[in-house]
């Protein structure tokens, strides 16, 4: 009986040290959770698939097959995934889309996010006239029909990889301001904000140091479901063609390629798609999960 | 005790708060002087102005709906309400510095305490990274926290409610401040911790000679620790005396009420019923006409009712804001 006890107190010290940190009890409940696990399963595919692949299948995503014959391959040992109208191997092209998807979707959602940190931290702690100026500015960005806009601008300042993280970032950061200031006009009001005052700490300094590693975890999982959006806005606007430029692939121009040959050949269609649902998806997953495993007060 | 060096002076302070429902006098003329390496007691009920006071010398009043409508708060001689922000807060933290009521919540939870402590020491001293570590595990030990060096990592909520106060002491120590404003520093305590860390309070001040500005509704908090009390009713000083003349000679009705209300274990028990002074604390959107302690006052005339009293010095150092002090 009393070794029973000695045995049961020793498992639960072992567990409680191992909740001893929040990152470690974070991670602990991250793993427990079926759904971010699976997310990350599918992120793992996707980032071995487009950074591990080409290591692999070293094929040039741009170099054509000349003449009828290299047309819509289907897959065969020299051709994975076949080729496309222009006779160009298809695989390559998944992966260097791909990369060129991921990186417009990691840079556009961490720096819109980061616009919307210092929009939301200002407007929060300062109220006032500061935060009305803010937040109606933000409203009126809200309010805009984001798509006819996002064509107009990238038809203005051109087309690109870096115009579409432009565009991106400029109407991408409006949900991460609104959620920052929520959270600095409940932090702010925080006794150690006020003690942080009480040692003299400046307003610029109680807003970085103080306030800001406090919205942090909520920050990285926006940031999370913020890449998939910006992956599905770069495969939307290249759809359209006003995103990355031929010759050079994303997964977004890929699809819109396609469409024309939707009825001829389906499967250069159903690649990309399949890739750009994959990842947003597992990227959604992740981010809905961590969202619960930072959330102390959710049982897992 | 008055040949010591006036540190703090404060004269006829008014701080008014500018809410939806009226303007709310919380501190209207409160008149303080702190003299150097003295402890002095702030004693009142739930908003009769203590806290704002503190604030006020720290110049922290929210604004808005705070304003520091009137009065001077001379420190070292200087008036602090003239001071420009980026002066006050070169001297919050510094010269003057604060302890909060909530020692749970005082502490930021996203770093650990030891880099909590080093910013204080930052902010103010020119020294290195190394050197504000040395100094905050020196000043962690000042304040009896056992193993300094690994506490010095630790996280606040690896730390028990008087730890932290301890943390909260020696952050507000650590720039070897002039004042030290200690406002219900030890309400949310356990009665045993509140001991220990008044107990602390008291030997940190004899080592270092700081002044200390305990505000308290717990008149046994002051009763041990204060050389001069000052009793503060509706946003007033109603009697300042030494903690002595305080105690054993109370003059206006409103202390001697406090008094009365403690029960005392020198005395026999009796059935009777502890007294308590009758009546609420006003309203401060309707002050009564006259002395505000009026309604509730055993001993008021009509005088109270239409004239305000003002602050008179009965004895040598005794002051009391009444027409009708109880002779002592």
Redesign the interface.
């Known amino acids: 009986m009393a070794e029973e006890m000695v045995e049961i107190t020793k498992k639960r010290q072992k567990k409680s040290s191992e909740d001893y940190t929040y990152v470690g009890m974070v991670f602990h409940r991250l793993t427990r959770h079926k759904l971010a696990m699976a997310g990350a399963a599918m992120l793992i595919v996707i980032l071995l698939f487009v950074f591990v692949g080409p290591l692999i299948w070293r094929a040039d995503p741009n170099a054509q097959i000349e003449g009828i014959e290299g047309m819509f391959n289907a897959p065969s040992k020299a051709h994975p995934l076949g080729t496309d109208d222009y006779g160009r191997d298809v695989l390559a092209r998944m992966f260097f889309g791909g990369r060129i998807s991921l990186f417009i979707g990691f840079v556009s959602a961490i720096s819109s996010t980061m616009i919307g940190a210092i929009v939301g931290l200002v407007a929060g702690y300062y109220g ?1 006239w500061v935060d009305n100026l803010l937040m109606r500015f933000t409203d009126a960005m809200l309010s805009m029909p984001t798509f006819p806009l996002l064509i107009a601008l990238s038809s203005v300042i051109g087309k690109g990889v870096s115009q579409i993280i432009l565009v991106i970032i400029v109407f991408g950061w409006m949900q991460d301001a609104r959620l920052v200031r929520g959270m600095a006009l409940s932090l702010k009001e ?3 904000v ?9 307003a610029n ?1 109680i807003m970085w ?2 306030l800001f ?2 919205t ?1 975890a909520v920050l990285i999982v926006s940031t999370t479901i913020g890449i998939g959006s910006a992956i599905i806005y770069e495969a939307s606007i290249s759809f359209l063609g006003f995103g990355v430029q031929a010759p050079f692939a994303s997964w977004g121009n890929m699809l819109q390629n396609a469409q024309q040959f939707i009825w001829k050949a389906p499967r250069l269609i159903i690649y990309p798609g399949l890739a750009i649902f994959m990842t947003v998806l597992g990227f959604n997953f992740f981010g809905d999960g961590l969202r619960d495993a930072i959330d102390p007060k959710l049982k897992l | 005790m008055d040949n010591r060096e006036v540190l703090v002076d404060i004269k006829n302070l008014r701080t008014f708060f500018y809410t939806e429902d009226g303007v709310v006098p919380a501190v209207d003329g409160i008149d303080l002087t702190i003299h150097q390496g003295e402890v002095v007691g702030l004693v009142g009920e739930s908003g009769c102005g203590k806290s704002v006071t503190a604030l006020s010398i ?1 110049r ?1 009043i929210p604004d ?1 709906p705070g304003k520091i409508v009137g009065g001077e708060i001379f420190f070292h001689g200087e008036d602090l309400l003239k001071k420009s922000n980026e002066e006050m ?6 010269k003057i ?2 302890i ?1 009521q ?1 020692p749970m ?7 650990t305490i030891g880099d909590q402590i080093s ?2 020491i930052t ?2 001293q020119k020294i290195n990274a190394v050197e504000a570590k040395k100094r905050t595990i020196e000043m962690l030990h000042l304040v009896g926290i056992p193993e300094p060096e690994r506490r010095y990592s630790q996280y606040p909520h690896e730390m028990s409610g008087g730890m932290r106060q301890r943390v ?1 002491i020696a ?2 120590l650590s720039c070897n401040p002039d004042l030290l404003i200690s406002d219900e520093a030890t309400t949310a305590l356990d009665v045993t911790i509140q001991a220990q860390i008044l107990d602390l309070m008291r030997g940190l001040q004899k080592k270092l000679g700081m002044a200390i500005l305990i505000i308290t509704h717990n008149l046994a908090v002051v009763a041990e620790m204060a050389d001069t009390i000052n009793i503060a009713y509706a946003g007033k000083i109603v009697e300042s005396a030494t903690a002595r003349e305080i105690f054993k000679s109370p003059r206006h009705p409103y202390t001697y009420g406090l008094l009365q209300s403690i029960p005392k274990f020198t005395e026999k028990r009796t059935s009777e019923p502890l007294p308590a002074i009758e009546g609420m604390v006003p309203s401060p959107y309707h002050m009564p006409k006259g002395c505000s302690f009026n309604p509730r006052c055993p001993f008021a005339t009509e005088k109270c009712r239409e004239e305000e009293p003002e602050l008179v010095e009965l004895a040598p150092g005794h002051m009391v804001r009444c027409f009708h002090p109880i002779e002592s």
């Open positions: 006032g925080q006794e150690y006020e003690a942080a005052r009480a040692i003299g700490a400046s300094r140091r103080h590693p406090n942090l | 720290m922290l808005p807060r070169l001297i919050r933290g510094d510095s604060m909060f909530e919540t005082s502490l930021n939870p996203v770093y910013e204080a902010l103010h909260m952050m507000a």
